[in-house]
């Protein structure tokens, strides 16, 4: 895409001017946005138009009214924000868009010249190169969980020191227990009173339970999707996969992403039976990486079979007291605690979508993944089901080895 | 036995339950084991502690959820060992969290008895605490260095107390006074949960540790670990914020590691006054210095006027004392003169500690400042790339150092990078140096790792490119490198570059084109280090 090399380097001209590169990310969000409006991807379903839409302008909004916005982590509890009328902005996905520009290079070099580690998840150093150069306008507020990663309570730290923001670090603990449930339980009271100070409004319980109610709705949906990816696909980019963290996680509890599930719900319904191979992702894909954008996107011979991230949590929360539901559901997150339970959910989804191989892309820097690559392995083999994993960036390109992967992944899906 | 890592471990209730707690350390050759287990950018102190477990045999093991590395490190021993435990240890320290911990505490009280098969006696346990908590010493910020950052091995703590007569704090995972409040009997196990979550808080905890590290430390030693990020955050703050002595340095938790580590700690010293250098009466005669570096030692002698009257260049060969002695001898031979009529030695560079006829060692860091500045006392920074390492020194007016940074422990942007990539493209290393200008297609090689690089210039002269145009490409690359580490301690003329790499034309301009500046480089580039030395000989004895 020449349009874009073309605009990341003016981007990258004028990384000394923060307003005007402020200014020119907003811009090219809202053309991509009025260009996905317009010209839709005739290759893929409804849904996917209807998320990317959703998901773009999402972005847009929160960067475009900082006064009314905080910055999250993806597993942020943000049925919260949504109760509230205040707009997300979840970084890696911020971070994802930036690699989208062709400028994640020069975000990242920024950060490690400040000191920050070059073996981070280059999702962290992407934002965090953009907060150092300015060219995010400060939010009202700031909201991590601890979990998944190490990364999310130093880096918002980090963040809301430089920016002099308020920030709410939610421990979520290892293990569940009474004791860890009152723990967050008490930290969700704790933020909430945050919020209501920083953003002036009060929180309608009501509404916060509305909230609830709308993303166990959504969750029986994602179940019911779930059983038809065993004899149905649809033609879908990588980038759908990753677009659906938006709905599975952030999102869910709006009345939009509601939606979405509906829509996808009929469009799998309404798709050809399953041919070719089909390849189910642990954590993350790679979706500026070459050779996966060849043999994936769109393509009729392999497909997606979706990533255990879209389906960490899949149970319904309490809506008569949501405060204590959603503690659960963040303690219970198949990614937290320990390994056991992610490989037990990715064992449900394997036996439930009968993909034809499994891969797992070692984000590079992401611990918590790669420390149970080998795990993942041995429970595959188990399986009798054909597992690879390759190390890469999803978002920092010079870190992918484009020709020593091709060959790892062909001779891969040749052996399927 | 019981092996643990963390300081929130509960160490005592082990004690109580008369075994023997002992701290997992992570010293080791190679990671061939753990890696079978864990993939290879796994945090290499977890790598290290699995490979311990694995060589020594430890059958009962106590983490805690501290972090990723050490979780996953969890799941990979927790069908292998006898007896594993993981606490979860909150990140906060208000009622809630000391509940949680106590809870975690007491339930690991259980899952050891049931195993251990015998009583938990809260007498003993009582009796252990009063015992530790019975002492305390204070120890004075102003006069104190402070060890931060991540987990620093014991070893290398105690060499840096033998190696200056200041108090050295330890505020890593591996060095903390435990004190207990306990007060009420009844809830002496709440207490003591509560008294683990107050320790002085890690890095990992959620409240900001920046109060606790107030800026009367006489100088700051900031640890960091390959892979582990936590800490970088913590320095990418302080180093802008304080101005005291400050030292970044990254281990990685291999035995090989330690030398480079402490030469940097040493220069540090000596930079900081820390450690002042003694001095001894004034001799006239002659003075040697002796350079043993990794891949060449260097020797020049200088008579009591400082000139220069000889110098020699020889390959380091595997054992550093016997080219050591050999480039000794063929500079006293050039110079004419005995060994007898030599005042003094002093040694520097890697070999260092392993010349006996030096009368006193002190690092390259220290050496180089002082060579190059004798060159040319224009010079703020000296760049120099050697064969396998490179640095950036900071010097002042009066050419002392003031600050330094090495590269990291990999070949990228040395000597031996270029080595590797003239084989590759299949030319002399002299020939490699030789070729600049006229560059047709302006090539750039992304990767920073040798390996990696490597296989981008073979695909390279697969695509069928001109072999100048690669070298130029390789020669930026080179200079990318050592302009990054140039920013580490911010940019200001004039620069010397020194090292065998100096004397390839291609890389000085191609990092005379980045910095927008000239270089200055010495006749023999190779040397400086060695003069320096040669330079502090003469001082010492005439100062
Ligand atoms: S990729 Fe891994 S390290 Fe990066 S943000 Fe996600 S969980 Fe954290
Ligand atoms: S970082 Fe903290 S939790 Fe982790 S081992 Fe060190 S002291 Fe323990
Ligand atoms: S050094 Fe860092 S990554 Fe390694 S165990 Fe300690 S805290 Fe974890």
């Given at each position: 895409m020449d349009v874009v090399r073309f605009y990341s380097n003016i981007i990258k001209r004028n990384m000394d001017k923060p307003e005007k590169i402020n200014k020119l990310i907003n811009f090219g969000l809202t053309t991509a946005y009025y260009y996905v409006s317009i010209f839709k991807d005739k290759r893929g379903p409804n849904s996917l138009h209807y998320l990317t839409k959703y998901c773009i302008k999402s972005i847009k909004d929160s960067l475009e009214n900082p006064q009314n916005s905080a910055w999250v982590n993806i597993f942020s509890p943000c049925e919260f924000l949504i109760a509230l009328d205040i707009k997300p902005l979840f970084i890696e996905a911020y971070s994802s868009f930036m690699s989208g520009f062709f400028i994640e290079d020069y975000l990242i070099d920024t950060a490690e010249s400040r000191g920050i580690a070059n073996t981070l998840c280059s999702y962290h150093k992407t934002f965090i190169g953009a907060n150092e150069l300015k060219i995010l306008k400060k939010p009202e507020f700031m909201l991590t969980t601890s979990s998944i990663c190490d990364a999310n309570v130093p880096t918002f730290r980090y963040l809301s020191k430089k920016q002099n923001v308020p920030l709410y670090i939610i421990d979520v603990p290892y293990k569940y227990s009474k004791e860890a449930v009152a723990y967050v339980k008490n930290q969700?009271?704790?933020?909430?009173?945050?919020?209501?100070?920083?953003?002036?409004?009060?929180?309608?319980?009501d509404k916060l339970r509305e909230v609830v109610k709308i993303e166990n709705k959504t969750r029986t949906l994602i179940n019911k999707y779930l059983n038809y990816l065993k004899e149905k696909t649809l033609l879908v980019p990588m980038t759908f996969e990753m677009y659906m963290l938006f709905a599975s996680h952030i999102f869910i509890g709006s009345k939009e992403m509601l939606k979405f599930y509906e829509m996808l719900l009929d469009d799998i319904k309404n798709a050809p039976p399953r041919s070719g191979k089909s390849i189910f992702f642990v954590h993350l894909l790679p979706i500026f990486e070459k050779n996966f954008q060849d043999y994936f996107n769109f393509s009729n011979k392999f497909h997606i079979a979706g990533s255990d991230l879209n389906f960490d949590y899949l149970d319904e929360i309490d809506e008569k007291d949501p405060f204590r539901g959603i503690a659960e559901k963040l303690i219970l997150n198949t990614f937290n605690g320990e390994m056991e339970r992610k490989v037990t959910r990715i064992r449900e989804l394997i036996e439930k979508i009968k993909p034809d191989g499994i891969i797992q892309f070692c984000h590079l820097g992401c611990k918590q993944s790669i420390g149970g690559t080998f795990i993942i392995k041995d429970l595959a083999t188990k399986m009798g089901i054909p597992f690879l994993y390759l190390d890469g960036d999803c978002v920092d390109k010079r870190n992918n080895q484009v020709g020593q992967n091709r060959t790892r992944l062909e001779a891969f899906l040749e052996m399927l | 036995m019981v092996g643990y890592v963390c300081k929130y471990t509960p160490v005592e209730i082990i004690e109580a339950f008369g075994e023997k707690p002992v701290r997992i350390e992570s010293g080791c050759k190679s990671y061939e084991r753990a890696e079978a287990l864990l993939h290879t950018n796994?945090?290499?102190?977890?790598?290290?502690?699995?490979?311990?477990?694995?060589?020594?045999?430890?059958?009962?093991?106590?983490?805690?959820?501290?972090?990723?590395?050490?979780?996953?490190?969890?799941?990979?021993?927790?069908?292998?060992?006898?007896?594993?435990?993981?606490?979860?240890?909150?990140?906060?320290?208000?009622?809630f969290a000391v509940d949680v911990f106590y809870k975690e505490i007491i339930k690991f009280i259980d899952a050891y008895k049931a195993f251990k098969n015998k009583g938990f006696a809260i007498e003993n346990f009582l009796k252990i605490l009063e015992d530790k908590s019975s002492f305390r010493k204070m120890q004075e910020p102003s006069e104190s260095i402070a060890i931060l950052g991540a987990r620093l091995k014991d070893d290398v703590v105690e060499k840096i107390k033998n190696s200056c007569s200041v108090n050295i704090i330890n505020f890593t995972c591996t060095g903390e006074d435990r004190i207990f409040n306990i007060e009420s009997e009844d809830n002496l196990l709440k207490g003591y949960a509560a008294s683990l979550l107050n320790l002085t808080p890690c890095m990992r905890m959620a409240e900001d540790r920046s109060k606790f590290f107030?800026?009367?430390?006489?100088?700051?030693?900031?640890?960091?670990?390959?892979?582990?990020?936590?800490y970088s955050y913590e320095y990418a703050e302080m180093k802008s914020q304080f101005n005291i002595?400050?030292?970044?340095?990254?281990?990685?938790?291999?035995?090989?590691?330690?030398g480079q580590i402490l030469t940097r700690i040493a220069a540090f010293f000596e930079a900081t006054d820390i450690k002042k250098m003694e001095q001894k009466k004034a001799k006239k005669g002659y003075f040697a210095g002796i350079d043993s570096g990794s891949t060449s030692t260097n020797v020049?002698?200088?008579?009591?006027?400082?000139n220069i009257i000889s110098y020699s260049i020889i390959p380091?060969?595997?054992?550093?004392?016997?080219?050591?002695?050999?480039?000794?001898?063929?500079?006293?031979?050039?110079?004419?003169?005995?060994?007898?009529?030599?005042?003094?030695?002093?040694?520097?560079?890697?070999?260092?500690?392993?010349?006996?006829?030096?009368?006193?060692?002190?690092?390259?860091?220290?050496?180089?400042?002082?060579?190059?500045?004798?060159?040319?006392?224009?010079?703020r920074t000296?760049?120099?790339?050697?064969?396998?390492?490179?640095?950036?020194?900071?010097?002042?007016?009066?050419?002392?150092v003031i600050d330094f940074v090495m590269n990291d422990k990999c070949s990228a942007g040395t000597g031996r990078?270029?080595?590797?990539?003239?084989?590759?493209?299949?030319?002399?290393?002299?020939?490699?140096?030789?070729?600049?200008?006229?560059?047709?297609e302006n090539i750039t090689i992304t990767s920073m790792c040798t390996v990696f690089a490597e296989s981008e210039v073979i695909s390279l002269i697969a695509q069928n490119k001109d072999q100048r145009d690669i070298i130029h490409a390789l020669n930026k690359s080179v200079a990318s490198k050592a302009v990054s580490l140039v920013d580490r301690i911010g940019r200001k003329g004039k620069y010397m570059m020194t090292g065998g790499v100096a004397k390839n034309q291609g890389v000085v301009s191609a990092i005379e084109s980045k910095l927008g500046e000239k270089l200055v480089i010495p006749a023999e580039p190779q040397i400086i280090g060695a003069l320096g030395a040669a330079l502090i000989a003469f001082e010492g004895t005439n100062g």
């Open positions: 969700l009271i704790e933020m909430v009173e945050n919020l209501e100070e920083v953003f002036k409004r009060k929180l309608d319980l | 796994t945090c290499s102190f977890v790598k290290g502690v699995l490979e311990n477990i694995i060589e020594n045999n430890i059958e009962e093991v106590i983490l805690t959820s501290c972090c990723d590395s050490i979780k996953r490190l969890y799941d990979v021993l927790k069908e292998r060992l006898k007896f594993i435990y993981i606490l979860d240890l909150p990140r906060k320290k208000d009622t107030n800026k009367d430390f006489k100088g700051i030693i900031y640890n960091t670990i390959k892979f582990c990020d936590y002595p400050f030292l970044k340095i990254e281990t990685d938790y291999t035995d090989s590691n330690s020049v002698i200088i008579d009591e006027n400082k380091t060969g595997p054992k550093a004392l016997e080219s050591a002695f050999k480039a000794f001898e063929i500079a006293l031979n050039n110079a004419g003169i005995k060994e007898k009529d030599i005042t003094s030695i002093v040694a520097t560079g890697y070999g260092r500690v392993s010349i006996p006829f030096a009368d006193k060692m002190v690092t390259e860091i220290t050496c180089h400042g002082k060579g190059a500045f004798f060159i040319d006392n224009r010079v000296v760049i120099d790339i050697g064969g396998q390492d490179s640095k950036v020194i900071r010097l002042d007016e009066s050419g002392n990078f270029l080595e590797v990539m003239s084989r590759t493209l299949g030319i002399s290393i002299n020939e490699m140096a030789k070729v600049h200008a006229e560059v047709k």
